[in-house]
């Protein structure tokens, strides 16, 4: 059986749902096909979901900025948003980043979006249970969050329930390309004919394109505990951040992390994990209170080799499109992406030509070194 539609979605982790939102929102014929469940498995299913604007690359600073305002003019983005509660946060700068935290606030504090920095003092003040530092450039988010990101991708893909189609449970097992504008997706229960097909799958995105990606762990340890912070916190000297994620329970992101160029290769977190947590932890908070490991999760995700998402046509003779290369921040930037995407793919259906990029351009699949020319068929290895 041959559906045809305008363009296939492959991955329904926030990303993929996101963008496939957007494109319906454009009136665009969208098909999104779901290996498993709807940020059911792959870094959504275990992501940390917190939602900010500062960051001391300017490039994801502007994303994040784009996808904040992407949050308040676009519905699908007012949609995302519902799934995020602002809890406002704190992130401590070594003081080499003074320029870097001026920048971000010269440039992106607005009425929209207030960002302030704070004295030691201040954060005392706040009461927040993090430790009195004077070694640290204090900034604060008060409309910084933490968002539900299994209930984000949610709702995004009930949007391309509605309006477009959503497959769960249809794992693409091979695509070919045409021509510029055509191809084939092969799935065990259909075959999709379209014009774009955007790889949004995540740490798998490299099995069906050329990109240079690699597959890096995130753990993630869950802390039970008293006088934990209420707010999220990220310690940038101390490589630590808390999340709290309900009473008496915080996410600590620790190391070791290591890397593999597919999952099944990557190590399962250990007791050393759970050592790091404690204390990096300790390190955010300066305390020394009973606080015990719950468990690690074992997250992981797509990573870019400059850390900037992949994003764009792989090439001017291509109808493939990636979003992939998230590198530990996709869920924030999901909204920003959507919108980049979902433009430059229905202006390219209407008129035929790829894309001139100006702002955006750092985020195009050709800046990879090492990136190529798809080859005609991508199978999916089984
Ligand atoms: C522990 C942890 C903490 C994090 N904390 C934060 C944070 O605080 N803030 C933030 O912004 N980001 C955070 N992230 C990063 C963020 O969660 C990811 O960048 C984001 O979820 C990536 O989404 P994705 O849609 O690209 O990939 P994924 O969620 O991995 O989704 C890819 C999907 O593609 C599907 N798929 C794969 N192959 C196929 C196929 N052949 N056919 C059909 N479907 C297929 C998979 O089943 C999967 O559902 C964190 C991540 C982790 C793991």
Redesign the pocket.
Known sequence: MTIGCEVCV???????ATLAASLCERNVETVL????TV?????????????RCYDPDPMIMALASHALNVQCNAHFGEVFSSAILRTGMLYRAAPTQVAQVEYALSKYNCAEYTMRSLSAGEVDEMSLCVAHRNDRVNLYEPNAGIGD?RMAARLMANIVMHQGMLLEH???EAIDMEKEDKCRIHTAQATFSCRVVVI?????SHH?CSQEMEVRT?P?ARLYGADLPHIPVIDAPALAYA?PTGRDVVQV?CQPRTHASRITELSAPNQEHEEDALRRLRDITGACSETRVLDV?A????YSRDGRPILGFTSNSSPCYIA?G?S??????APALADIASDEISRFLKCKRKPTRHFWHELSPERQEGSSTLSKLIR?DR
Request: net charge neutral; glycine share 26%; proline share 0%.
């Open positions: 492959i991955g329904g982790g926030v990303v993929g096909l779901e290996a498993g940020a059911g498995q792959g870094a959504s299913a275990l992501s940390g979901g917190l939602v990101v249809a794992k693409v949004a799958a995540g740490a798998w069906l995130i993630l999340i992101g999760l997250g992981y995700d797509s992939s998230l530990g921040i996709g869920f924030k930037l999916v």
